[in-house]
Every structure is written in C-alpha cells, then in structure tokens.
C-alpha cells in the first residue's frame, strides 16, 4: 500500500529494506568468514585493520557471555551469533573491500531502490542509511551495486558506533547529526523493534515487507511498504 509522508529526511535500513537479507546472510558474512584468517595474518598491522582488531580485542575483554581462546576465534564466535559487534562490523567491512574492489563481491540491492532515491531526491527529502553493518561496508553495497553507483543520493551514514538500532537514544542522535526535529524524518526497517525505537524518539517509523524477511506478528500498528517506490514523500 502506498503510506504517504511530509518528511526533510528518510533513514534507511539496508538488511531487509533495501538489501535482501539473503545478500548479507548467503554471501556477505561467508565471503568475509572464508578470509578471516588468512587477512589478518597477511594486513594485520596496516592501520584501519589493527584499528579494527584493537575493537574487538576490547569488545573480547569485556564480554562475559562469549569465550574465545584467540581474537580469531572470538571473531567467528560473534559471526554464529550474529552479533552486532563494532569490531567485527569494522573488519568485515575491510574484507568486503577488497572483494568489491577486485569485482568479486557486487551489492545486491532492490530494483525499486534505485527510481525511489531519484524521486525522493527530486522532491527534496534528504536520505540516509543506518545499518549495524559498518559505515563502510554501506558505502560499499551503494557504491557497488548491481543497480550501479547510488552514494550520490545518500547524504549521510550511521552504523553501531551511534548506537545499537534498538535504543530509542540513537535515533535522536541521528535527528541531531542530520539537524532535523525527529518528527521531521521517516524511518524504514524490517524490525519492529527497531521501528519501536525510533517511534519513542518521535520519528515516523515503516515497516518495510520483503520477500525473505521474519515473519512480523500482526498488530504492530506500523505502516507497512513492500517495496520503496510505495512510500510517497514530499518534504516538511
Ligand atoms: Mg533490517
């Protein structure tokens, strides 16, 4: 259905609203899984993957739930529960790098993405991303896509070091870094408990339904999308 919006802004899952799950489940997290060791070992002391590293041996340090004999170990540990790490988030976002640059890897995004982008854009609303996946592997799924180069319509980028996407405190962070009132920005996600959260920080918050996603038990009360191009925004 189409769920018509006087918003500034749009904030933009990737998992699940403008990826398909499957993409970062199927290929994503398995292609950086059968690199793991062989890239740490071979670019652990360059900057951004020692940078990366430091993270995780801290996050490693302070976690009382998951015990790792090594870093390495550790790494997978969180890659089987899918756990929103920053650390990992960071060097998995430094593997996919090189496979995007070497052509092997190539985002995988909805066909309704890229005509929504220009539309939203043509009416003036701004669009931003928000994903546990780091800022960079963000840039990267845009940058590489199979719908070609999208960065250009995407004016800023938010990932876990603003907050995890369940506390309500994040998506007022994001308000402020965008300098929007939240009430002036949509928010769109699989989650519902995501959607929650931006709720609770006073942003208009839709449920987007795709082929693929977890089941949502009804009664949410979200307006729901099943692809972008249902969600009409004209700018406030
Ligand atoms: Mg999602």
């Known amino acids: 259905m189409t769920v018509a919006l006087a918003v500034a802004a749009v904030v933009l899952d990737v998992e699940g ?8 489940h199927d ?8 690199r793991l060791d ?10 951004a993957v020692a940078a990366a590293l430091a993270t995780l041996a801290a996050e490693r340090a302070a976690d009382r739930e998951v015990a790792a004999p090594d870093l390495i170990a550790y790494a997978r540990a969180l890659m089987a529960r899918d756990r929103k790490s920053t650390g990992l988030k960071a060097l998995q976002g430094l593997i996919w790098h090189d496979g995007y640059l070497a052509g092997a890897l190539r985002g995988e995004l909805y066909a309704d993405v890229g005509p929504a982008f220009v539309a939203w854009r043509a ?13 960079a592997a963000q840039r990267l799924i845009y940058a590489h896509s199979d719908r070609g180069d999208l960065t250009a319509h995407l004016a800023a980028y938010f ?10 405190a994040s998506y007022a962070a994001i308000a402020t870094a965008l300098a929007l ?8 996600s699989d989650v519902v408990a995501e959607l929650a959260a931006a709720a609770a920080a006073g942003m208009h918050a839709v449920l987007s ?3 693929g996603n977890a089941p949502v038990a009804p009664g949410h009360g979200y307006p729901t999308i099943g692809t972008l191009d249902e969600l009409a925004l004209r700018p406030a």
């Open 17 to 24: 609203t403008t990826a398909p799950i499957a993409f970062v």
């Open 209 to 211: 339904v795709r082929p």
């Open 181 to 188: 009132p939240p009430a002036r920005i949509a928010f769109v």
């Open 27 to 34: 290929v994503l997290f398995p292609y950086a899984a059968a």
């Open 159 to 168: 990932d876990t070091t603003t907050g995890p996407k369940q506390a309500p």
């Open 123 to 135: 009416a003036g609303v701004t669009i931003a991303s928000y994903s546990s996946g780091s800022i």
């Open 38 to 47: 062989e890239f740490v070992a071979a670019r652990g002391a360059e900057p």
